[in-house]
C-alpha cells in the first residue's frame, strides 16, 4: 500500500525535520490481532504525529521480552502475565498503554471427553501454549487444585504447538485457542460449534489482561523517549477506533501487510470481528483494577506462582494520560 503523505509530513519535509523511528515488536504474525498499529500506518496517523513506525511481526521463534532486552524494539506487544514475570527476572517492562480491554483466551474441549465444566478437567490431557501464555492457564489449574505434573487427579499438560491439531486428532481433550482465532481454525475443520464445550478465562474469573504496549521503564526516564510514545499511544488509539468501526477495511489492510501470504480474507475479516469485541471500550487506558486482579491471579499459582510479590512500577498512566489530554 502506498502511503499518502499528511500535511504534518509535508510540513516536516518543508523544515527539514526528520520523523522519529520507533519500532514495535508484535506479539505474533501479522493478523488482525494488531490492526489497530496497521491502520495507523495506512491512514498516515503515524505520520501526522511526526513518527516513522517500523512494525516487526513476532512468531513462534520470536520472544518479544528478549527482542526488547536486546534492544531490538522500542515498544512491543505483550500479555500482562508474561511481561510481569520478564520483569519479575530482571527485565523492567512497564506498561504504557492498553488497547485490550477484555481477554479472549479459552479452552476449547470436545464435547465427547466428557468435560462439561472445570472439575471434569481432572485425568484429561490439556493442550497448552508455552513462551509466555502458559501462566494464566497454570494459575487457573492451581486455583482449581489440579496438578499439572500428570498425576492421579490432576491433568497432563500437553505443550500445544500453534495449531489445532491435537484436538482433531484425539491428543488432547481440550486445546487453548484464542475467540479471534484458532476456535475458529477448529470450525473450519469440519467441527460444530454443538461438537465443542469451551471455558472463556473471562467467564471463569481467571482472565489476565493481554495486548497491552510495553516500554523499559529506565527509558521513561528521558523526556524526549515519553514524548514519543505520547505520540505512539495516541497514533494508535486512533488507529484501533477506526478499525473497531471499520472491521472489513481493517482486515485488508492487514492482508496487504502480510508478507508470508499465509492469511486469508475470510480468516482475517472474521478475526477483525471478534478483536473489535475485545477492544471495545478501551481508549488505551490501563483499568488499574483489571491489573490488579492479573497479579492476583499470577501470584495463586500455589507452590510455583508466576510472580511471587506485586510489582511496583509495572504500569504507568502518564503516557496515556497525556495522550488522551492532547
Request: aromatic share 8%; glycine share 10%.
Amino acid at each position: 500500500m502506498k502511503k499518502l503523505l499528511t500535511a504534518a509530513a509535508l510540513a516536516a519535509m518543508a523544515t527539514g525535520a526528520s520523523a522519529e523511528d520507533v519500532k514495535l515488536q508484535l506479539k505474533w504474525v501479522t493478523q488482525a490481532q494488531f490492526a489497530g498499529y496497521y491502520v495507523a500506518q495506512a491512514k498516515g496517523y503515524y505520520e501526522e504525529e511526526g513518527l516513522n513506525v517500523t512494525i516487526l511481526p513476532g512468531g513462534p521463534d520470536i520472544a518479544p521480552t528478549q527482542v526488547m532486552a536486546g534492544g531490538g524494539a522500542d515498544v512491543m506487544v505483550d500479555w500482562m502475565p508474561s511481561a510481569l514475570a520478564a520483569r519479575e527476572k530482571g527485565l523492567p517492562l512497564v506498561n504504557i498503554a492498553q488497547p485490550f480491554a477484555s481477554s479472549g483466551m479459552m479452552l476449547t474441549c470436545m464435547a465427547d471427553s466428557g468435560i462439561k465444566e472445570p472439575k471434569d478437567f481432572a485425568d484429561k490431557t490439556l493442550g497448552v501454549w508455552f513462551g509466555g501464555n502458559e501462566y494464566p492457564f497454570l494459575s487457573w489449574m492451581s486455583q482449581l487444585g489440579l496438578k499439572t505434573d500428570g498425576s492421579a487427579g490432576g491433568v497432563t499438560v500437553l505443550k500445544q504447538g500453534f495449531n489445532v491439531d491435537p484436538l482433531l486428532q484425539k491428543q488432547a481433550a481440550c486445546i487453548s485457542t484464542m475467540t479471534y482465532n484458532e476456535y475458529w481454525q477448529v470450525i473450519d475443520a469440519g467441527i460444530t460449534p454443538e461438537q465443542l464445550v469451551t471455558f472463556k478465562y473471562q467467564d471463569m474469573g481467571v482472565a489476565t489482561l493481554e495486548d497491552g504496549l510495553y516500554v523499559l521503564e529506565d527509558k521513561l526516564a528521558d523526556p524526549a523517549f515519553q514524548e514519543t510514545m505520547v505520540k505512539f499511544v495516541r497514533a494508535s488509539m486512533k488507529g484501533w477506533k477506526y478499525a473497531e468501526a471499520n472491521s472489513d477495511e481493517a482486515a485488508m489492510i492487514v492482508l496487504e501487510n502480510d508478507q508470508t501470504g499465509a492469511q486469508t480474507e475470510v480468516h482475517q475479516k472474521r478475526m477483525m470481528g471478534e478483536i473489535a469485541k475485545l477492544t471495545a471500550g478501551s481508549n488505551g487506558a490501563l483499568d488499574v483494577a483489571a491489573a490488579e486482579k492479573t497479579v492476583a491471579t499470577l501470584m495463586a499459582g500455589g507452590s510455583d506462582p508466576v510472580i511471587t510479590k506485586a510489582p511496583e512500577g509495572a504500569w504507568t498512566s502518564a503516557i496515556t494520560d497525556k495522550a488522551l489530554a492532547e
